[in-house]
T-cell receptor, first 113, second 112 residues
Framework: KAGVTQTPRYLIKTRGQQVTLSCSPI?????VSWYQQTPGQGLQFLFE???????NKGNFPGRFSGRQFSNSRSEMNVSTLELGDSALYLC????????????FGPGTRLTVL | SQQGEEDPQALSIQEGENATMNCSYK?????LQWYRQNSGRGLVHLIL?????REKHSGRLRVTLDTSKKSSSLLITASRAADTASYFC????????????FGTGTQLKVEL
């Protein structure tokens, strides 16, 4: 099976712009979670989608949003970018049951100038 | 926010030696998982231990869990240069769905 894929792998934006990141989960996986990784805050949970519904949400401002499509692919959007949004954004997929193993993609490195 | 701390923050050992990393967490958990990350890339799942388990093995990995102390340890035996990576513990509070809270990570360097 193909692994989790994320596009684009690298992105450079300027403050105030918006960005959309894409994640394609492993075939058959219905849960997609997003994480932000920064040197200062480490790995932080953003949100999880399961069967097109947001099932869990982390403590991030409303500028961070996401969605999931019927084929389980997911996108996350960040509006009005700030310098502090520069990070590695990781997507993980799983079957959705519990306990579960999450399979991570390679990440999208976002740089905000 | 981080669930807890991992120590040491960094560890440097020689190939063939054992590496032990510790993780402490703050709240009750359903299970605890360990992940490896190579140089700013995606995370790879290593092992999952449920809250009612005390020890688990997988190949050269041994994980222990002490829920009374809210702590876990990961032991990598006979380390290899390829084990050089950052290691993270992640907890699942069992509140439903997939929401992991990660520790701060241990950077392991295995030298030849």
């Amino acid at each position: 099976k193909a692994g989790v894929t994320q596009t684009p792998r690298y992105l450079i934006k300027t403050r105030g712009q918006q960005v959309t990141l894409s994640c394609s989960p492993i075939s058959g996986h219905r849960s997609v979670s997003w994480y932000q990784q920064t040197p200062g805050q480490g790995l932080q949970f953003l949100f999880e989608y399961f069967s097109e519904t947001q099932r869990n949400k982390g403590n991030f401002p409303g500028r961070f949003s996401g969605r999931q499509f019927s084929n389980s692919r997911s996108e996350m959007n960040v509006s009005t970018l700030e310098l502090g949004d520069s990070a590695l954004y990781l997507c993980a997929s799983s079957l959705g049951g519990s306990p579960y193993t999450q399979y991570f993609g390679p990440g999208t490195r976002l740089t905000v100038l | 926010s981080q669930q807890g701390e991992e120590d040491p923050q960094a560890l440097s050992i020689q190939e063939g030696e054992n590496a032990t990393m510790n993780c402490s967490y703050k709240t009750s958990i359903n299970n605890l998982q360990w992940y490896r990350q190579n140089s700013g890339r995606g995370l790879v799942h290593l092992i999952l231990i449920r809250s009612n388990e005390r020890e688990k093995h997988s190949g050269r990995l041994r994980v222990t869990l002490d829920t009374s102390k809210k702590s876990s340890s990961l032991l990598i035996t006979a380390s290899r240069a390829a084990d050089t990576a950052s290691y993270f513990c992640a907890t699942d509070a069992g509140l439903g769905g997939n929401k992991l809270t990660f520790g701060t990570g241990t950077q392991l360097k295995v030298e030849l």
